[in-house]
């Protein structure tokens, strides 16, 4: 099956957990928000990176992956905060 790409969000309270979301999502692509990563994975792949980020969430604490579909065009604006300043993405 065809990676895709997908953008994983999530608001957490703690700083020890936090890092710990991020941990799961840093193999696997780049940060572009203190707590926003574009990934590229396969579908099934995609629950199971989901699954494990969410056994580490307390009550209260949020989590977020949106799939990038090939015939989709996204936009961003903004500035990643690892690859610099970026007017423009499309993809």
Do not use: K, N
Request: aromatic share 10%; net charge positive; hydrophobic share 45%.
């Amino acid at each position: 099956m065809a990676l895709t790409s997908w953008l994983a969000t999530y608001d957490v309270a703690s700083d020890r957990r936090r890092s710990q979301v991020a941990s799961v999502f840093e193999p696997y692509g780049y940060r572009v928000l203190y707590s926003t990563f574009e990934v590229q994975l396969e579908p099934r792949a995609a629950a199971g990176v989901y699954a494990r980020a969410a056994r580490l969430l307390a009550p209260g604490d949020r989590l977020l992956m949106v799939r990038h579909c090939a015939r989709c065009q996204v936009a961003a604006w903004g500035s990643p905060i690892e690859l610099g300043p970026v007017t423009v993405v499309v993809g």
